[in-house]
């Protein structure tokens, strides 16, 4: 039977063909040629959600920057704001940069009473996931970039060996 010109085609699916986004992941497309890489996927698709990243503010700015064959850093755009506002927490392979809380009594310092504030220093919390064979080694706040340092270290069991044939 023929549907009238211009009217839509509508398809039922019942539970048993109801696809989800796990199901069209290309994660669980790779699963069945790897060994041991499940979290991995699975924190990829958790990040990914349904084919697109959550959204997530765009502030602060930041790059990762590869500085050796093992060594990255990681550089957070913080104009306007010093050491003792800013915390870089890392626990269990999440890195966290974000504000410490701002104390609105704090208006008033040394240099005077400000008027206008025009200069946001607005809370942020910006993080980063670091594989189990990356250390970070430290951080540095210098004119308004802070430097978080990262190596990879590669553990015996991971380098090349050759397997002896018997």
Same mark, same amino acid.
């Given at each position: 039977?023929?549907?009238?010109? @211009? $009217?839509?085609?509508?398809?039922?699916?019942?539970?048993? =063909?109801?696809?989800?986004?796990?199901? !069209?992941?290309? #994660?669980?497309? !790779?699963?069945?040629?790897?060994?041991?890489?499940?979290?991995m996927f699975d924190q #990829? &698709?958790?990040?990914?959600?349904? @084919?697109?990243?959550?959204? *997530?503010?765009?502030?602060?700015?930041?790059?990762?920057?590869?500085? @050796?064959? +093992?060594?990255?850093?990681?550089?957070? /755009? !913080? /104009?306007?704001?010093? %050491?003792?506002?800013?915390?870089?927490?890392?626990?269990d392979n999440l890195l966290?940069?974000?504000?410490? *809380?701002?104390? %609105?009594?704090?208006?008033?310092? &040394? +240099? @005077?009473?400000?008027?206008? %504030?025009?200069?946001? *220093?607005? *809370? #942020? $919390?910006?993080?980063?996931?670091? /594989? +189990?064979?990356?250390?970070?080694?430290? /951080?540095?706040?210098? +004119?308004?970039?802070?430097?978080? $340092?990262? &190596?990879?270290?590669?553990? =015996?069991?991971?380098?090349?060996?050759?397997? &002896?044939?018997?």
């Amino acid at each position: 039977m023929k549907s009238p010109k @211009g $009217a839509s085609k509508l398809t039922l699916l019942t539970k048993e =063909d109801i696809m989800t986004s796990k199901d !069209l992941s290309i #994660f669980n497309s !790779l699963r069945p040629f790897s060994i041991g890489f499940d979290d991995m996927f699975d924190q #990829f &698709e958790s990040m990914l959600g349904n @084919g697109s990243l959550n959204m *997530q503010s765009n502030y602060p700015p930041y790059n990762i920057r590869k500085t @050796g064959s +093992d060594k990255y850093s990681i550089e957070v /755009a !913080l /104009a306007g704001f010093n %050491k003792k506002d800013v915390e870089v927490e890392f626990e269990d392979n999440l890195l966290t940069v974000r504000t410490k *809380q701002i104390n %609105k009594s704090q208006e008033k310092n &040394e +240099d @005077g009473e400000i008027i206008h %504030k025009g200069i946001s *220093q607005r *809370q #942020f $919390a910006r993080s980063f996931t670091i /594989a +189990d064979d990356v250390k970070v080694g430290g /951080a540095e706040l210098k +004119d308004g970039l802070l430097t978080i $340092a990262c &190596e990879r270290i590669v553990p =015996d069991y991971k380098k090349k060996k050759l397997i &002896e044939i018997k």
